[in-house]
């Protein structure tokens, strides 16, 4: 999860559960990222260039990371004990080439979604010829008051609903 132009890039990172993820700071400025996050809870102190330890997400869940630096900075680690997971491209398709025939429940999350939450959009059935299936994904936008376009509402609010799953 790279820092760049003062944003996280990705925006939003999908691993599987115990991956040790790496946080570069491309930018010719430190940062300071952390999470208070249910799912992992780290701070990585002011630096420059990569840190020497990776973070391992050994938690299924949402990881709101930000950097106490830079308010605006938000980024989302989408942690997953499945193994089948992708985030999507531009506009919002994905590819699960190696998925088996079978039933599966599929799960949608978006830093929209009411409450944070992931939701099951429905059940695939995959045959051994594949499948192409859309589904829609309920979200939540924020209001639009000249006060609350700030980007450290945006910010304050991922992390409170975080603060509060955890409770």
């Not at 590819?95 to 079978?102: E, K, N, R, V, W």
Request: charged share 20%.
């Amino acid at each position: 999860m790279d820092q760049r132009s003062q944003q996280f890039d990705p925006t939003v990172l999908a691993v599987r559960s115990a991956t040790a993820v790496v946080f570069p700071n491309s930018d010719h400025i430190r940062h300071q990222v952390y999470s208070s996050s249910p799912a992992k809870r780290f701070e990585l102190r002011l630096y420059q260039g990569t840190p020497s330890e990776p973070v391992v997400f050994d938690q299924p869940g949402v990881v709101v990371l930000g950097c106490n630096i830079h308010d605006w900075m938000r980024g989302y680690g989408y942690v997953a004990d499945d193994p089948w997971f992708a985030v999507t491209d531009e506009q919002g398709r994905l590819s699960l080439d190696q998925l088996p025939a079978g039933s599966f429940t599929a799960t949608l999350w978006h830093p929209q979604a009411p409450d944070m939450l992931p939701q099951a959009v429905g059940e695939v059935q995959v045959s051994e010829a594949g499948i192409e299936q859309r589904f829609t994904l309920a979200m939540q936008l924020p209001a639009t008051t000249p006060s609350q376009n700030a980007p450290q509402s945006a910010f304050g609010d991922a992390f409170k609903k975080a603060l509060d799953a955890a409770k």
